[in-house]
């Protein structure tokens, strides 16, 4: 059966997440109402302004890594479709709830490191591509294995091989990626565990 990508019932949370970032990048690059450096991630400020585990998600450095995570979107999309998602919340979920998950993963690489080598971060990071390494670590392992259910709802994902070529594809050329001057490898990482992570939940 031919694969169907017009526009449906479903796709208002992608619209949304797409408009959110849209409208966060005027509003503190071209028109300046807000200062993005209240917004970033700072590990010595989370405890202080925990606000930022989400902020930090929708602001972006310029507009070529707005673009990039824009695209993001549509190729998450484009493989949630072709799983065959059936949910008017997922994407709003996962998004929400993998942005504290990944907070949480590179706490515990920070406390780690702090422990063990007495090295304690200090760095300030942002933007969407946490969030859509996680969809793809979630949407690899669903491309072999399928999911049901996310939550305790149902989201009918189904096993796709072709679904499964492409992600593997764009992991691989992702991570390669990240490892290139002001890209966030330990955000990418940790939002793909995270993803992971959410698949087995």
Excluded at 117 to 140: E, M, R, T, V
């Amino acid at each position: 059966m031919p694969f169907k990508n017009s526009i449906s019932k479903y796709d208002w949370q992608y619209l949304l997440s797409a408009t959110a970032l849209i409208s966060v990048f005027i509003f503190t690059d071209l028109i300046k109402v807000f200062d993005k450096e209240v917004l970033y991630f700072v590990p010595r400020l989370i405890s202080d302004q925990p606000y930022r585990i989400f902020t930090s998600i929708l602001i972006h450095a310029d507009f070529n890594h707005l673009l990039s995570n824009l695209g993001g979107i549509i190729v998450t999309r484009y493989f949630l479709i072709r799983l065959g998602i059936k949910s008017r919340l997922f994407y709003l979920k996962f998004i929400l709830i993998s942005s504290f998950l990944i907070f949480f993963v590179i706490w515990i690489y920070e406390k780690i490191l702090s422990y063990f080598f007495d090295i304690y971060p200090n760095y300030a990071a942002l933007g969407f591509s946490g969030i859509i390494y996680a969809f793809l670590g979630f949407l690899l392992l669903t491309s072999f294995y399928g999911k049901n259910y996310f939550l305790g709802k149902k989201i009918s994902l189904k096993s796709n091989y072709e679904v499964q070529k492409m992600s593997k594809s764009i992991c691989l050329i992702g991570l390669i990626f990240s490892f290139l001057p002001g890209v966030s490898l330990l955000g990418h990482v940790s939002g793909f565990i995270a993803g992971c992570f959410l698949f087995l939940i």
